[in-house]
C-alpha cells in the first residue's frame, strides 16, 4: 500500500491557530453557563474560557471529518490512542509533499468517495491530529450506476473545473488592481458520500486479538446511490482486512491484497476486472438482509448509518440516523431523520446484527447523532447536531447539543427532548455553546463531529482533562484555510476540538 502520509500540520497553520480558536487552557476561570440533564439530577456546564482548540489545519489537498479518537487497554505501541477518519481519496503524491498541494481541489464527484485513515497518536499531544496512512479507500461500491448519473458528474466536472478558472482569473485582476472582488463564486455542491467509520474492540475478553471497523460505502442503485455497511478488522493498526464477496459467501482479504484463490479465479475469467478490489460485503443482519439506508438518493444526498458504536456488559450498542421511509421522496432539507439502535454480541459475526429498533422519529433532516456512555456513570450521553434558540444572542447559528438520559435502557434515550417546537427548524436548548472557528461573517458549521472513546466506544478524555466529561472534534466548513483560499469548503478546512463539565445538580 502506497505510504500517502504527511505531517497535517504546517508552518502556515501555526499561525492561524490564535484567529481560529477562543483560549484553550487545562483549568476554567470564567463565569459558567449550565443546563440541566439526566432527568434533572445532572447539570452540563462550559466557562467562558472553556479549553477549544485547532485539531487539525489540513492543506488544501486533504480533509479531516467524523474524528473518532480511541484510547487502547495498553499505553505502549500501538496506544495509547488510535485516531481514525474520514479522509479525501488516495491521489499521486508529489515529490514536493503537501507544499504542492493543489489549491482548486473540489470535493464535486459523489463516486469518488474516500479514505478511512488510522494513526498513532500519544496523550500529551491528544488535541492535535497525527499522521495517519489511508487504510481503506471507500468509492461507490461496483455496479452499474445509472448512465444519466454518470454524464451529471462528468458535466459537474466541467462546470467546476470553469468555476475554478474563473475564480483564480477574478483573484488575479483583484490582486492586480490592489484590491478585493465580492462577485459570488458559481456554486458547486461538494461533499464526501462515503459517510463514516467507527472503530471499537473485539471481545477481548473472549480471546478476539482485533479491533472491527465498521464503516459506510454506497451503492448504485435505481434512483441513485445508497448507504450501506461494511466490515474491516486489523489486528496492529498497519494492516487492514475488508470482508468481501465471495464465492460462496464471504471471505477476509488484506486491503490491497490478493483475493482469496477461487474469488481470484473467477476474477480472471471476467478478464480486466481481475485488477480491481473486490466487492466489500455488505453486513446481513440476523435476517439475512443487508444493512443499507432507507432511500436511494442522487449525487451527495444519501444518507444513513452515521453514528457510533458502544458495548455494555458484552453486549455491542450501534446507535445511528437514517431519513425515515416515507421522506424518501421529500426534497432533501425535508427529509426527516430517526434515531435507530441495532446490537451484536460479536461485531463481526455473520448475521449476528439485530433488525433496527426505531428509538426516536422525526429528527430535523440531516440529523447526526453520537451515543456512547457516559465517563464514570452508567447513563448514555447522546450528543447531536443542532442550532442555538433564535432568542439567543448571536442568532440561531450551528452548535452541537449534548443529553444525557438516566439509566442505561433504549427507553431512556427515547424519552428524551432533544429539539424545542417546531422541530424540524433544529433549535435546542441544550447546546454546548462553542466558540472556536467560523468565517468574517460569524457563519459557522458544526460538520462531521466526534469524540474520543476507550476501546469499548465509551466515552473518555486527554489526560491533560482528567475532570471533563469528554472531549468533541467537528469540522467548520467556513473558518478559514491555511493557505487563505475559498475554493473549496471541504479541502483545507480546519477541524476543531472542545470539552465540557458534567456534574451532579445542586438544588
Known amino acids: 500500500m502506497p505510504n500517502l502520509s504527511a505531517p497535517v500540520w504546517s508552518g502556515a497553520a501555526f499561525l492561524l491557530i490564535s484567529a481560529l480558536a477562543g483560549p484553550a487552557g487545562a483549568a476554567s476561570k470564567g463565569s459558567a453557563s ?10 452540563i456546564c462550559r466557562s467562558d474560557d472553556e479549553a477549544e482548540g485547532v485539531y487539525a489545519l489540513p492543506p488544501s489537498c486533504r480533509f479531516v471529518h467524523d474524528v473518532q479518537i480511541l484510547r487502547l487497554k495498553d499505553s505502549g505501541p500501538p496506544g495509547p490512542l488510535q485516531v481514525i477518519y474520514r479522509g479525501e481519496p488516495p491521489r499521486k503524491e508529489s515529490r514536493r509533499g503537501d ?4 489549491a482548486d481541489l473540489q470535493a464535486d464527484d459523489p463516486a469518488a468517495g474516500g479514505s478511512v485513515r488510522i494513526g498513532r497518536q500519544v496523550d500529551a499531544l491528544a488535541t492535535t491530529l497525527p499522521q495517519t496512512d489511508p487504510r481503506f479507500v471507500a468509492a461507490a461500491t461496483e455496479g452499474a450506476a445509472p448512465t444519466q448519473q454518470a454524464r451529471k458528474s462528468r458535466r459537474n466536472s466541467r462546470e467546476s473545473r470553469r468555476a475554478r478558472r474563473e475564480a483564480r482569473r477574478e483573484a488575479r485582476e483583484a490582486r492586480e488592481q ?5 462577485k459570488p463564486r458559481p456554486s458547486v455542491n461538494e461533499g464526501d458520500a462515503s459517510g463514516s467509520a467507527m472503530m471499537v474492540a473485539g471481545r477481548d475478553w473472549a480471546g478476539d486479538p482485533y479491533y472491527a471497523i465498521l464503516t459506510t460505502a454506497t451503492e448504485p442503485v435505481d434512483g441513485g446511490h445508497r448507504r450501506v455497511l461494511v466490515q474491516a478488522r486489523t489486528y496492529d493498526f498497519q494492516g487492514l482486512d475488508l470482508r468481501i464477496e465471495a464465492d460462496p459467501g464471504t471471505a477476509w482479504m488484506p486491503f490491497g491484497g490478493a483475493p482469496p484463490e ?5 476474477r480472471r475469467r471476467g478478464a480486466r476486472r481481475a485488477a480491481a478490489m473486490p466487492k466489500p460485503a455488505p453486513v446481513l443482519d440476523e435476517t439475512g438482509k443487508a444493512i443499507t ?3 436511494a438518493a442522487p449525487g451527495f444526498e444519501a444518507r444513513g448509518l452515521s453514528g457510533s458504536i458502544a458495548v455494555v456488559d458484552r453486549t455491542y450498542h450501534y446507535f445511528y440516523t437514517d431519513v425515515l421511509p416515507a421522506d424518501c421522496g421529500a ?13 451484536s454480541r460479536d461485531p463481526l459475526g455473520e448475521r449476528s446484527w439485530t433488525a433496527a429498533a426505531t428509538l426516536i422519529e422525526g429528527l430535523p433532516a440531516d440529523t447526526l447523532v453520537r451515543v456512547a456512555k457516559a465517563r464514570g456513570m452508567d447513563r448514555w450521553a447522546v450528543a447531536y447536531s443542532c442550532s442555538r434558540p433564535v432568542t439567543v444572542s448571536g442568532g440561531p447559528i450551528a452548535d452541537i447539543c449534548l443529553h444525557y438520559t438516566t439509566d442505561l435502557s433504549p427507553g431512556s434515550i427515547s424519552a428524551l427532548s432533544l429539539f424545542m417546537e417546531p422541530v424540524a427548524a433544529g433549535h435546542s436548548t441544550a447546546y454546548l455553546g462553542l466558540r472556536s472557528g467560523g468565517d468574517a461573517l460569524g457563519r ?16 473518555d478524555a486527554p489526560g ?3 475532570d471533563k466529561g469528554g472531549f468533541l472534534t467537528w469540522l467548520d466548513r467556513r473558518a478559514p484555510r491555511a493557505d487563505g483560499g475559498d475554493t473549496s469548503s471541504l479541502y483545507g478546512r480546519p477541524v476543531f476540538w472542545a470539552t465540557w463539565t458534567v456534574r451532579p445538580k445542586t438544588p
Open 34 to 43: 449550565c443546563y440541566p440533564t439526566g432527568g434533572g439530577s445532572l447539570e
Open 331 to 343: 426534497p432533501i432539507e425535508k427529509r426527516r431523520m430517526g434515531l435507530y439502535l441495532r446490537t
Open 464 to 466: 491533560i482533562y482528567p
Open 178 to 182: 490592489g484590491q478585493m472582488t465580492f
Open 262 to 266: 477461487g474469488e481470484r479465479d473467477r
Open 99 to 102: 507544499d504542492a498541494c493543489p
Open 444 to 459: 459557522v458549521t458544526r460538520d462531521g463531529f466526534g469524540w474520543m472513546t476507550d476501546r469499548y466506544g465509551n466515552l
Open 293 to 295: 439506508g432507507n432511500c
